[in-house]
T-cell receptor, first 113, second 116 residues
């Protein structure tokens, strides 16, 4: 089975721009979560999607949004980028009903200048 | 919110040595997970623990779910250069019933360096 695939792997944006990141989960996994990883805050939960519905959202401003498509692929969007949004954005998928086994992609490294 | 405290933050060891790291919480966890992250990669699940007192091995790795359910330990025996990376403990922010939202809280990680 192919793993979780995230694109793009690296990107550079300037303040005020917006960015869209994409995630393809493992085949058959319907739950997709997004996490932000920074040196200072570590790994922090952004949101989780299941069957095209957002189930839960972490403590992030409304500039962070996401969606999930009928094929379980997910995108997250960050609008009006700030310097502090520079981070590794990780997508993870899991089987329905599976506790613990979150499978992560390699991440999208965003740098905001 | 829940917090997981990992120690040590970093460690340098000689190849062949055993390594021990731990994770503590002020609140009870029903599941403990240990992940490893290599540079430029996403975290990879090493061991999952679901029961207090459980001791689980995965090759040279052994992890234990503390009896109090507020801590967990990860041991690596006979370290090798490819053990280099950051090790994270994690747990769900609330008991998981098999349905509904699932969110993990992560520790800040233990950075392991192995000197050949």
């Amino acid at each position: 089975k192919a793993g979780v695939t995230q694109t793009p792997r690296y990107l550079i944006k300037t303040r005020g721009q917006q960015v869209t990141l994409s995630c393809s989960p493992i085949s058959g996994h319907r739950s997709v979560s997004w996490y932000q990883q920074t040196p200072g805050q570590g790994l922090q939960f952004l949101f989780e999607y299941f069957s095209e519905t957002q189930r839960n959202k972490g403590n992030f401003p409304g500039r962070f949004s996401g969606r999930q498509f009928s094929n379980s692929r997910s995108e997250m969007n960050v609008s009006t980028l700030e310097l502090g949004d520079s981070a590794l954005y990780l997508c993870a998928s899991r089987e329905t009903g599976a506790a613990g086994e979150l499978f992560f992609g390699e991440g999208s490294r965003l740098t905001v200048l | 919110g829940q917090q997981l405290n990992q120690s040590p933050q970093s460690m340098f060891i000689q190849e062949g040595e055993d390594v021990s790291m731990n994770c503590t919480s002020s609140s009870i966890f029903n599941t403990w997970l240990w992940y490893k992250q290599d540079p430029g990669e996403g975290p990879v699940l090493l061991i999952a623990l679901y029961k207090a007192g459980e001791l689980t091995s995965n090759g040279r790795l052994t992890a234990q779910f503390g009896i109090t359910r507020k801590d967990s330990f990860l041991n690596i025996s006979a370290s090798i250069p490819s053990d280099v990376g950051i090790y994270f403990c994690a747990g769900p922010n609330k008991p998981y019933s098999g349905a509904g939202s699932y969110q993990l809280t992560f520790g800040k990680g233990t950075k392991l360096s192995v000197i050949p």
